[in-house]
């Protein structure tokens, strides 16, 4: 029971970071105009029109253009998030595998089965490539943010998985089976 208690207040603290993380990000894109434009293009820093539309109305077109850049911010803040919970989530199950009680040779089968989880930062990379191509279509400035720091997250966070996790528990785990044969 105190393991779970432990793991519910890493994921209660977990959550409230994403909460404050989101809601800065929010803060920052009403009140600062560099962070704007990483997300909005030049008519949505001053609040401009940048023509009028068939309504008549000039405010119309620079309104679209914030709320898509306001969109661009949110997909690339839960992508963004969603990695450092995958990040969490990989970190959890090797720990647990590291601290179990089983043979080596047993834990080093865990640890293949759990190789999913050291790949899952890719594929939410993959998915925040995908949905820049969907933003694409409301904020070409932003979408390419979203689409290279996506990748290159998923990357990062993979491969630091691969090294500081995986690769010293299955060297550990190979270096304690060998031992334990002879």
Not at 7 to 14: E, G, Q, V
Not at 118 to 136: A, K
Request: no cysteine; charged share 15%; net charge positive.
């Amino acid at each position: 029971m105190k393991k779970h208690a432990g793991l519910i207040w890493k994921t209660i603290l977990l959550v409230l970071i994403f909460i404050g993380v989101l809601y800065w990000m929010n803060y920052a894109f009403n009140h600062s105009p560099a962070f704007r434009s990483l997300f909005s293009g030049p008519g949505a820093q001053t609040g401009a029109a940048i023509g009028k539309l068939p309504t008549g109305d000039p405010a119309t077109l620079a309104m679209r253009e914030e709320l898509a850049g306001r969109i661009s911010m949110f997909v690339f803040g839960g992508v963004t998030l969603m990695q450092f919970a995958a990040l969490f989530v990989a970190s959890v199950v090797i720990g647990r595998i590291r601290r179990s009680e089983l043979s080596p040779a047993l834990k080093l089968k865990q640890l293949e089965n759990a190789d999913i989880f050291l790949d899952v930062p890719l594929y939410i990379g993959l998915f925040g490539t995908v949905s820049s191509f969907l933003v694409m279509t409301f904020s070409p400035t932003s979408s390419r943010l979203i689409a290279y720091s996506s990748t290159l997250i998923g990357i990062i966070f993979s491969l630091t998985l691969r090294l500081s996790l995986n690769y010293p528990l299955r060297k550990q785990l190979i270096i304690a089976k060998s031992e334990g044969e002879k």
